[in-house]
């Protein structure tokens, strides 16, 4: 069964900085761009930024560029979103999923983990 | 980056009737790369339609996709209890990949 399993829940003050993860398993994590999505608590969806662990080639949203830092550990089929300071604002849930379409970045998202809920508060 | 617009916001409707919901582009969808997703309270988004019109896996055929350029349409043909939901759409053939603010289907 092709699964990702996200890092337990957050807290911390503002900043801080966090690095949260996404490690999957049941498919060939290398082979398969990883992407990231924030949901912030009422609101809809955002799309962060993809990975393809193979490589590590990274595209972000430039309303996260800068922002936030997506890296992969193909070795451990494992994927972070980091923050290196975080603020209040950066309180969501955070879902990582897979594009399905291999190597190919244009592609749905077909497989997603459960979330890991961020908290910033001082 | 492409904005995504959905309508309703909200569409209130009995189990077993028809829910149609819009998604319009702020400019052309590359090669109607366009997705659909369901969301629960509490729940992780899933995949219904990929390619404007494909079903994802397991996805029951009630669901249908439709639409190229800038417009598209997901139908459900009979609303099921489960199927009370939020719905979004979502482009992928031009990054940054947005989604559009999502449709709320409720009980009415």
């Known amino acids: 069964e092709v699964q990702l399993v996200q890092s337990g829940a957050e807290v911390k003050k503002p900043g801080e900085s966090l690095k949260i993860s996404c490690k999957g398993s049941g498919y060939s994590f290398s082979y398969h761009w990883i992407g990231w999505v924030r949901q912030m608590p009422g609101k809809g969806l955002e799309w962060m930024g993809i990975i393809y662990p193979g490589d590590s080639d990274t595209r972000y949203s430039p309303s996260f560029q800068g922002q936030v830092t997506i890296s992969a550990d193909k070795s451990i089929n494992t994927a972070y979103l980091q923050w290196s300071s975080l603020k209040a604002s950066d309180t969501a849930m955070y879902y990582c999923?897979?594009?399905?379409?291999?190597?190919?970045?244009?592609?749905?998202?077909?497989?997603w983990g459960k979330g890991t809920t961020v908290t910033v508060s001082s | 980056e492409i904005v995504l617009t959905q309508s309703p916001g909200t569409l209130s409707l009995s189990p077993g009737e028809r829910a149609t919901l819009s998604c319009r582009a702020s400019q052309s969808v590359t090669s109607s790369y366009l997705a659909w997703y369901q969301q629960k309270p509490g729940q992780a988004p899933r995949l219904l339609i990929y390619g404007a019109s494909s079903r994802a896996t397991g996805i029951p055929d009630r669901f249908s996709g439709s639409g190229s350029g800038t417009d598209f349409t997901l139908t459900i043909s009979r609303l099921e209890p489960e199927d009370f939901a939020v719905y979004y759409c979502q482009q992928y053939g031009s990054s940054p990949f947005t989604f559009g603010p999502g449709t709320k289907v409720d009980i009415k």
């Open positions: 999923a897979r594009l399905g379409s291999g190597s190919y970045y244009l592609s749905h998202m077909d497989v």
